[in-house]
RNA sequence: GCCGAUGUGGCGAAAUGGCAGACGCAACGGACUUAAAAUCCGUUGGGCUUAACCGCCCGUGCCGGUUCGAGUCCGGCCAUCGGCACCA
């Protein structure tokens, strides 16, 4: 069997300039100060989502997004900018301590091998990744900083006066522990058993664990925490002013989950004990006629009277033994049980039962609610199933009070006597401040958001720098950092709870009385700030230089330290004009990484992760921005050829390797890039392969032709031609559709007007070498290798990644007859060619004078005629 | 239920409110070839009409609106996908 012929020899060329560009350097980022540095230049970080090296290699969904940030970094260089493009490995995991546990390699030695193949793959496929400025997560390198950036946020607060992080020096109360950014708490934490570890609300989806599928289940335990619910105002305001999708914004925002309301304490009858319940509908505070508390609420023990107390407890007991996911399965059937004691209602005096029930959760507002039947589902719900009454204290427009009960919208108030008439907004403000005057309520705003859950019982992690001292916690010095973990031949979970770390005991020992914290961190903690670290990777003394961070995140001017999202949240801002003047200024003035691209399911975790820690860092003035992704943009899943989600189950799963093997790596680049729009789901195509494969392959032939020995060499209708007056406007209008395409980052109709115009040039006779070579470095950000070889071939000065790009003449562009659209009522009749710029005049004289226009006319009156220039004319005739 | 996205040929898709379907795939026809592959040239939304040319009508999920003119803007539905989900 033949070998199957090669369209053009990419096997031999894509090779060649790989090695060349590695030996030149051809991509390197001088940092300020490096001898190559060129201050005259503008900066711009193009970032890619560093991957996770699993066993499995790379994915076709990988090189989508790396090769859209390929594009746009070779386009920024020939554009004369200084380009920082750089790759790096997201290493610490669970697959690698999975694999270390099923076979006994070490995690270390499988992270190295499986980096060293996607490294090899990345190469191959011809990224211009600055390969010096690679990092590891799991280098100690590396996470030396990743553990003082958690010391960092250990030893400070977040001081509610200023809105900021300060250091916890700064803090006058007495016990600072109870305030850190990195705390310990006794939580309900989500547990896997199945993975041995707690995870994250983020990293727990329909009660199982996203790495796994695993069950998770509630269970109380001693965990670090980091308080990003401190930040959630500052991580919902400074989401304005980021050029993101909407949709990922609205993940954030929903995810964050800010609702204002009242906290209104209520009396417990009979004692001296009362509780706070939070609502966003204080207005209908008079409909309240009962409480419920959630079932671990502390206060149950105290307040369930004696005949009560063994049903509560019954009933509690069955809660608990509920996992998540059971919990919110059986959402439909109210459960609960009245606890004996009473609350009083605050505005009427009137006792109220109090329920427990599992509808109400611990974990979001006080863990307790007023029922209010008449205007709340759930509250309507569950007074339906155990008879209690059901008051209507809000009209729905149009409709009687009685029918106005489950009204959920904005109404008038009624059965509301400090507040009846008054709309929903002006009653909730009057009640508002006659709680606040009876001292029984505040204004409150709560967040779904709960602190992070930082700790992993876990061995492939960083250790965190912390010590233990008669039950305290306290930092490691910076001087002992990195703390490595220990050597350990069993990385198998305990089982209990207690991390593997736990096993080694000379380890954890510190000293006579101190022994080591053996929690690891999460697998997020090293990608919290990786940015960060490719400005300045090889720094030993510092996580990233200052300069290299004032230079690449962007900001060497005053005007973004005076323009910061901070000191004021913008709810309160936006009352005082503050808050218009910092909010353009931002815009003006954006920085941080100039664009990033990555998967959407990123969005609650690393996007989110990541923005609090650049917050913290923020704060401490160790950063120039208070944003650190100026621009995001998601790329589309791939399907397979089946529209499904590739996976192993179905067997569509495209390697890329392989399909570069049999068409080259530009191909696989352009395709990629042709498929469709960038943000866009799209399946697999590989016939869409070959013919963007055939579209090189013509473009090769454009300039060389095979000789009788087989060997390729230049054409001979290449010449030192003027280009035609029709080649050059295809050439300058390909430099504008390609320029303004890679700005807006639609890359498939880039590629199209490529196609379009080597179609034109096909078949010609004569090839002027001119345009030929203006047209390569359009294509070279797309298909680096062939533009490059073709280059060389044409015996062009220097290299073409040295080239600036090419500018268009918007004279050529303009024709002298342009093409004059005739319609009738709105209907195309005919199309005729008028000299360019003609007169409305001499245009709608033509159009009357058209048959075809005569004809649709008809015996019609003319009533009007529209005419735009230079485009149509439209007759509107009745 | 709430939030978000998307609906255009056989398929992937184009289209600053102004010629719907660019470009590519597939299909069909032709050239080259002993033949095939490759390559090049052409046709290709649906329908009616015509011997043929010509000519006409319909068409961007559905219904309505704004406009001289709507795939595009507005209102209301439907469907698919994604996220959140007893969040008070």
């Known amino acids: 069997m033949n070998e199957r012929r090669k369209p053009y020899p990419f096997d031999r060329l894509e090779p060649k300039w790989q090695t060349i560009w590695d030996e030149t350097r051809a991509f390197h980022a001088p940092n300020p100060r490096e001898e190559s540095f060129d201050p005259s230049k503008p900066k711009f970080y193009v970032l890619d989502m560093f991957p996770y090296p699993s066993g499995a290699g790379l994915h076709v969904g990988h090189p989508e997004g790396y090769t859209a940030t390929d594009i746009v970094a070779r386009y920024k260089r020939l554009r004369g900018f200084n380009v920082l493009h750089p790759m790096g490995w997201d290493a610490f995991g669970l697959p690698a301590e999975q694999y270390a546990i099923k076979t006994g390699q070490h995690p270390e030695i499988t992270t190295r091998d499986n980096i060293a193949k996607f490294k090899t793959q990345l190469k191959r496929i011809g990224f211009s990744y600055d390969w010096e400025r690679e990092i590891n997560t799991t280098d100690p390198a590396y996470y030396k900083w990743t553990q003082w950036i958690f010391l960092q946020i250990y030893n400070s607060w977040f001081n509610p006066e200023t809105k900021r992080a300060e250091p916890i020096s700064s803090y006058r109360g007495d016990d600072p522990d109870n305030i850190r950014l990195a705390y310990v708490a006794e939580v309900a934490v989500n547990w896997c058993p199945e993975l041995g570890t707690v995870l994250a609300n983020e990293e727990v989806i329909d009660g199982k664990s996203e790495v796994g599928g695993f069950p998770v289940v509630r269970r109380p335990m001693r965990q670090w925490m980091l308080r990003i619910t401190a930040f959630a105002d500052r991580l919902l305001d400074g989401l304005d002013d980021l050029d993101w999708p909407l949709s ?12 204002e309301g009242a906290e209104i304490e209520f009396q417990i009858d009979g004692t001296s004990d009362s509780i706070r319940v939070f609502t966003t509908r204080h207005d209908t505070i008079y409909g309240a006629n009962y409480m419920v508390l959630a079932p671990e609420h502390p206060l149950v023990d105290r307040l369930a009277t004696e005949d009560r107390r063994a049903e509560v407890a019954k009933y509690r007991e069955q809660v608990a033994a509920k996992s998540d996911l059971e919990r919110t399965d059986l959402a439909k059937d109210k459960t609960g049980v009245f606890i004996g004691a009473c609350a009083i209602n605050p505005v009427n005096q009137e006792k109220i039962p109090i329920w427990i029930a599992d509808y109400v959760l611990m974990g979001y507002g006080t863990g307790a609610v007023m029922g209010v039947p008449g205007h709340d589902e759930r509250d309507l719900e569950f007074a339906r199933k155990f008879n209690l009454t059901v008051l209507p204290v809000v009209q729905a427009p149009g409709k009687p009070p009685e029918e106005s009960i489950g009204f959920l919208e904005d109404g008038v108030a009624i059965n509301s006597p400090i507040i009846n008439g008054l709309a929903t907004p002006e009653a909730k403000k009057k009640i508002l401040a006659w709680l606040e005057e009876h001292g029984v309520g505040r204004a409150d705003v709560r967040y779904k958001l709960r602190d992070w859950l930082f700790s992993r019982q876990r061995y492939w992690g960083e250790p965190f720098p912390i010590v233990w001292e008669d039950g305290k916690h306290s930092a490691l010095k910076e001087t002992e950092l990195p703390l490595e973990p220990p050597p350990l031949e069993d990385f198998k979970p305990t089982g209990t709870g207690e991390p593997p770390l736990a096993k080694a005991k000379d380890w954890i020992r510190y000293s006579d009385t101190a022994t080591r914290e053996t929690n690891t961190m999460p697998q997020w903690a090293g990608s919290c700030w990786y940015y960060l670290r490719f400005c300045d990777p090889g720094n030993d003394k510092r996580f990233v230089g200052e300069e290299p961070e004032r230079y690449w995140m962007g900001a060497d001017n005053d005007e973004a330290r005076m323009t910061n ?9 936006v009352a005082g004009s503050s808050f218009v003047i910092r909010h353009s200024s931002l815009r003006a003035n954006p920085g941080g990484v100039d664009l990033y691209i990555g998967g959407v399911e990123h969005a609650v975790l690393h996007l989110l992760y990541a923005r609090f820690w650049h917050k913290v860092l923020f704060d401490l003035g160790y950063l120039s921005k208070p944003e650190p992704f100026q621009r995001l943009v998601n790329q589309g899943m791939i399907l397979g050829e089946d529209n499904r989600k590739m996976s192993k189950r179905w067997g569509n799963v495209i390697d890329p390797l392989d399909v570069i093997e049999i068409y080259g790596a530009d191909a696989f680049r352009c395709y990629e890039m042709f498929m469709g729009p960038l943000e866009q789901m799209k399946p697999w195509s590989m016939k869409g392969v070959e013919g963007v494969s055939r579209f090189l392959a013509r473009v090769w032939r454009l300039m060389m032709t095979e000789n009788q020995a087989g060997e390729w060499e230049l054409s001979t209708a290449l010449q030192d031609a003027e280009p035609t007056k029709a080649q050059q406007k295809i050439t300058h209008a390909t430099i504008k559709k390609v320029t303004d395409d890679i700005e807006a980052l639609a890359f498939n109709t880039a590629i199209s007007q490529m196609m379009i115009f080597v179609n034109a040039f096909t078949n010609s006779e004569v090839v002027p070498v001119s345009a030929m070579r203006t047209f390569l470095v359009l294509l070279n950000p797309f298909a680096p290798h062939i533009t490059s070889e073709l280059w060389q071939q044409l015996k062009s000065p220097g290299e073409i990644t040295q080239q600036s790009w090419p500018a ?46 005569r004809n649709a006319v008809g015996s019609q009156t003319i009533r009007k005629v529209v005419v735009v220039p230079n485009k149509l004319v439209n007759i509107v005739a009745a």
């Open 565 to 573: 999202d901070e000191g004021m949240t913008k709810h309160e801002a």
């Open 808 to 853: 268009y003449d918007e004279a050529v562009l303009v024709e002298d007859e342009v093409e004059i659209v005739l319609q009738v009522n709105g209907k195309v009749r005919d199309r005729i060619t008028m000299p360019l710029d003609s007169t409305s005049e001499q245009l709608e004289a033509a159009a009357r004078a058209n048959e075809k226009v």
């Open 248 to 259: 990922l914004k609205a993940l954030q925002r929903n995810w964050i989950g800010r609702s």
